[in-house]
């Protein structure tokens, strides 16, 4: 098992799934280890040595019997245990006395179900006590923001097993989703052309563009009735249907950067046990761009797309830093075309002057890409939007524009996405506000509470006319206790309580609660408050 961003698993093959109480044992023995200081001692070995060493795991010999033989294999002696591993290591076990053993699960050997089920543990450590007792507690904080909680307790979403991976959005998850959708319109209504493409495609399109051959396995392929043959898919991801719409007329170079939107829906076959809530699904939408530009307009336009990226980023007060990754292992297209494309999205990407960070060979499998990554109010980091340079699909689907020399030229496309899918985006967003929406983004922005019934015919008209102002209000006039309702507004997590009284009724005001506030009450005017709230939606404030 190696190490990961946030800690360590290692994977068992044992009879019994481990249980809470094998790990507190565990860590008993890990704190023993500490204390006895056993160095980590690196060996070289050759491969028929160990074989010897590790006879008696199966498991180990087959990673070995794929080392190429120029592989140096080394393994670690460390007190009684010996493992296989490429290292590095500190220098013994008391560097690694802040750890914690964190959850247990199964694990298929080599994430292939045909395989035995092995069980694999989580654990973190860290060198200062206050950074382990920092990352538990985000990890505690993770828990409690958990969007399949919290959304359920919103009543934004549901899944049902008839239809595994495709959420099913509430009214109140809908409004969610419509006004983030609205917002990427209204930043997209100049400089953009949204259209709509179909969902179903023949295999011959996807044999141009190289997803038939690398990626077939992941698409919802549909079975011809007349062939018995499954010769068609349903869509996962948007481009190639971007492409035939811009074969479809002849374009000037007057035309470009040419910047296509659309928030069609996508398929994509995960596996089953890959599947977790709003984060890996099988259907969602995007927010998916793809500009067709000229060579020269690379820089300016990648200067532009970071800027309307982070921007947006800002406004759900999410901070981006920037990652440039190049050609993947896997990949179509000649060396000379992804020198030229890495070399032009560099060489625009410094010029804007940002820091970012390399990630060598984690590029697309038709270009390499920009991604941001955000981090959330509890520190944790999130892959979500990617300017993505692409030369080579213009020269598989040979597009081409007319130049000012009056001759056909190849276009370079873009591939951009900001929110990643909206279903994911929404997921990371229930999670960085913990379901406390910011008012603009509230299913249910204002809920007015009258105190009796005598006061209900102000309470109602006070609601209409927040409802005229375009504002997502309720009238909550149950029998049941004032003290009942305000908590069911509370654990709504709704921004605004509006609680009208006689004294309220009569001086035409209301007693307003706002969330997080406590039991603490203002007495404000009906127009400020309209107007209050109006302004707040129409600025998106991120805060009451």
Request: with cysteine; charged share 30%.
């Amino acid at each position: 098992g190696p190490s990961i961003e946030d800690g360590f698993y290692y994977d068992f093959e044992v009879k019994e799934p481990f249980t809470p109480e094998d790990l507190a044992r565990f860590e008993d023995e890990m704190a023993r280890v500490v204390k006895e200081k056993f160095p980590f001692a690196r060996a070289e070995v050759s491969r028929a040595e160990a074989q010897r060493v590790f006879a008696d795991d199966p498991l180990k010999l087959e990673r070995l019997s794929e080392l190429g033989d120029d592989e140096v294999i080394s393994t670690y002696t460390d007190g009684p245990f010996v493992d296989l591993c490429r290292g590095p290591h500190v220098r013994d076990t008391s560097y690694v006395s802040h750890f914690k053993l964190l959850t247990t699960a199964g694990a298929y050997w080599r994430g292939d179900e045909r395989r035995q089920m092995l069980q694999r543990i989580y654990g973190t450590a860290f060198f200062r006590k206050e950074d382990l007792e920092a990352h538990l507690h985000r990890i505690e904080e993770a828990k409690r923001r958990d969007h399949r909680v919290v959304g359920k307790a919103l009543d934004l979403f549901m899944f049902h097993p008839f239809s595994p991976g495709a959420p099913f959005w509430t009214e109140r998850g809908t409004i969610v989703f419509n006004e983030l959708l609205a917002l990427v319109r209204e930043r997209q209504q100049r400089d953009f052309m949204e259209i709509r493409t179909p969902l179903l495609y023949n295999a011959g399109l996807w044999e141009i563009s190289g997803h038939w051959g690398k990626y077939r396995e992941n698409m919802f392929l549909v079975q011809n009735k007349e062939t018995g043959e499954h010769d068609s898919s349903l869509k996962p991801m948007n481009c190639p249907s971007h492409y035939l719409l811009y074969l479809s007329k002849k374009h000037s170079y007057r035309e470009l950067p040419l910047r296509y939107v659309t928030f069609d829906v996508l398929h994509r076959n995960e596996l089953t046990g890959a599947l977790s809530g709003l984060t890996r699904v099988r259907q969602f939408q995007q927010d998916d761009c793809h500009v067709f530009l000229t060579e020269a307009q690379i820089p300016a336009e990648v200067n532009f797309l970071l800027r309307f990226i982070l921007d947006y980023y800002e406004i759900f007060g999410l901070k981006a830093s920037l990652k440039f990754a190049t050609r993947p292992e896997t990949r179509i297209g000649s060396d000379a075309l992804w020198d030229g494309a890495e070399a032009a999205l560099q060489a625009a990407l410094d010029s804007t002057g940002m820091p970012y960070e390399l990630k060598p060979r984690d590029g697309a499998f038709y270009g390499p890409k920009i991604d941001f990554d955000v981090t959330d109010s509890i520190g944790r980091a999130w892959q979500l939007g990617t300017i993505q340079l692409d030369y080579m699909m213009p020269e598989r689907f040979d597009m081409t524009y007319v130049g000012e020399d009056n001759t056909a030229h190849r276009p370079v496309v873009i591939h951009r996405a900001v929110s990643g899918s909206f279903e994911r985006f929404i997921a990371i967003l229930i999670e960085h506000f913990a379901g406390a929406f910011p008012l603009w983004l509230a299913p249910e922005q204002v809920r007015v509470l009258p105190i009796s019934d005598d006061v209900r015919d102000t309470a109602r008209a006070v609601t209409d006319r927040l409802v005229a102002a375009g504002i997502r209000a309720s009238l909550d006039d149950r029998a049941d206790t004032l003290n009942y309702r305000i908590r069911d507004g509370e654990v709504m997590k709704v921004p605004y309580m509006a609680v009208i009284g006689k004294r309220e009724a009569e001086s035409n005001a209301i007693a307003l609660r706002v969330r997080g506030a406590g039991k603490k009450q203002e007495i404000v005017p009906v127009d400020e408050f309209v107007a209050r709230v109006v302004r707040e939606k129409m600025e998106r404030a991120l805060a009451p």
